[in-house]
C-alpha cells in the first residue's frame, strides 16, 4: 500500500509538539522586517504577536524598484508546516518582483506553484501590493485576506475593502483578474490586520470586530503608527480581559503623513 505525500501518517508527541512550535516561532520571526523602511511622506509600523499554539501569520514591508511592497499572509495550520508555507511565498513573491514581475504574474505564479506544493487541505490567505509613494495609489490583490481597512481622515470614515480573489494555493488558475486599487490621502491609514485582531473575543464570547478596531484607529489616528499599532493591542487586552489569545495577531499600519 502506497502513501500519499499529502497525508501525515505519523502522530507527534507532546514534546515533539513543543519543539516544533519552538522551530515555527523561530521561522515567523526571522522572515520579519529588521526595521521600517524609509519613505518619505509616510509612518509605517508593523508587529506580530504570536498566539501559543500557531505559527502562519507574517508581514513584510520592504522598498522595491515598483514601490513599497506590502504583505501580510495567514497559512492554514499550526507549527513549522505553516510557517514554512508563508515564507515560501515570500520568498517566491520576493525573486518574482525582482526579476521583473508585475504584481498580476507575480501573483499567478505564485498561487500555482503553492497549489502544487500545498497538501490540499492547506492554503495561505494573503494581501500583496505595492503603494507609489508619488501618486499614494495602493495597487493590490487580496487574496482571501480582509477586510482591508482604509481610514479616510478628511470624512473621518473606515472604508473596508473585501477579498478580492480566493486564498492562494487552493486552486491553480490559468489566468488572473484585475487588480484592484485606492489612493490615500493626506491624513490617511491604511491597516492590515490579521483576523487574530478581529476574532479576538471576551470572557462573554462577543468579538472585537470591526467596531472594535475601527473606534481604536479613530480614538488614536493623531499618534505615530507604532503608537496606533501598540494602543490597539491594548485595546485587545482591555476588551478580552483575562480571555487567552487564540491566534496569532499581526497588525501593519501605513500612515501617509498630512502634511504630505
Not at 77 to 105: K, Y
Not at 120 to 128: L, P
Not at 210 to 235: F, P
Request: net charge negative.
Amino acid at each position: 500500500m502506497s502513501i500519499s505525500r499529502r497525508t501525515t501518517p505519523h502522530l507527534i508527541g507532546l514534546g515533539e509538539l513543543e519543539e516544533e512550535l519552538v522551530i515555527a516561532r523561530e521561522i515567523q520571526f526571522s522572515i520579519l522586517p529588521e526595521s521600517m523602511p524609509k519613505v518619505p511622506g509616510y509612518d509605517l509600523a508593523g508587529l506580530l504577536r504570536p498566539a501559543n499554539h500557531t505559527g502562519g501569520d507574517m508581514f513584510d514591508l520592504v522598498s522595491l524598484d515598483q514601490g513599497l511592497f506590502v504583505l501580510l499572509g495567514d497559512a492554514t495550520g499550526h507549527g513549522a508546516g505553516p510557517a514554512m508555507s508563508v515564507t515560501q511565498m515570500q520568498a517566491m513573491l520576493r525573486v518574482a518582483f525582482r526579476l521583473g514581475a508585475s504584481l498580476d504574474e507575480a501573483y499567478q505564479h505564485t498561487n500555482n506553484q503553492l497549489a502544487e506544493d500545498l497538501p490540499e487541505d492547506r492554503f495561505v490567505t494573503a494581501f500583496m501590493g505595492f503603494l507609489n509613494p508619488s501618486t499614494h495609489e495602493m495597487t493590490y490583490h487580496s487574496a482571501g485576506q480582509g477586510p482591508i481597512l482604509h481610514y479616510r481622515l478628511e470624512q473621518d470614515q473606515c472604508d473596508w475593502h473585501e477579498p478580492t480573489t480566493f486564498p492562494l494555493g487552493s486552486i491553480e488558475i490559468a489566468g488572473v483578474g484585475s487588480h484592484h486599487s485606492f489612493t490615500l490621502a493626506p491624513g490617511d491609514i491604511m491597516a492590515l490586520i490579521s483576523d487574530g485582531v478581529y476574532e479576538y473575543s471576551s470572557v462573554g464570547g462577543q468579538l472585537f470586530g470591526q467596531e472594535g478596531v475601527a473606534r481604536v484607529l479613530r480614538e488614536n489616528q493623531g499618534r505615530s503608527m507604532e503608537e496606533l499599532g501598540q494602543s490597539m493591542l491594548d485595546g485587545l487586552a482591555h476588551f478580552g480581559d483575562d480571555n487567552a489569545q487564540e491566534d496569532d495577531i499581526t497588525i501593519v499600519l501605513i500612515r501617509r503623513n498630512a502634511d504630505c
